[in-house]
Nanobody, 124 residues
Framework: QVQLVESGGGLVQAGGSLKLSCEAS????????MGWFRQAPGQEREFVAT????????NYADSVQGRFTISRDNAKNMVYLQMNSLKPEDTAIYFC?????????????????WGQGTQVTVSS
């Protein structure tokens, strides 16, 4: 059973930064792509960023391109999301997810395991 635990969320002013972390259980972490998604109140869950099994390929939603950076440490079973220049519209619950393959993909349907989420609130 794979478990994903997010941390690092909180309240920050617009223009500030936060770094989210996600710790994964299991011995096969390095074989799979990882992703971050978010869900704002009353809205559907949306893709934020993804990283391939090796970290060699990443992809971002247009809304966060240039502001967010996804990274991973396979030795520690960790994936991170560095969020800079935060905007009020970034306010959401952020979820870490493990893909079904090693490829960096953006569709939520290609992710098999999900964390419980961490709240990010950006004040104006």
């Amino acid at each position: 059973q794979v478990q994903l635990v997010e941390s690092g969320g909180g309240l920050v002013q617009a223009g500030g930064s936060l770094k989210l972390s996600c710790e994964a259980s299991g011995r096969t972490f390095s074989s799979y792509a990882m992703g971050w998604f978010r869900q704002a109140p009353g809205q559907e869950r949306e893709f934020v960023a993804t990283i391939s099994w090796s970290g060699g390929s990443t992809n971002y939603a247009d809304s966060v391109q240039g502001r967010f950076t996804i990274s991973r440490d396979n030795a520690k079973n960790m994936v991170y999301l560095q969020m800079n220049s935060l905007k009020p519209e970034d306010t959401a619950i952020y979820f870490c997810a493990r893909a079904r393959t090693g490829l960096a993909v953006s569709s939520a349907y290609t992710y098999a395991y999900w964390g419980q989420g961490t709240q990010v609130t950006v004040s104006s």
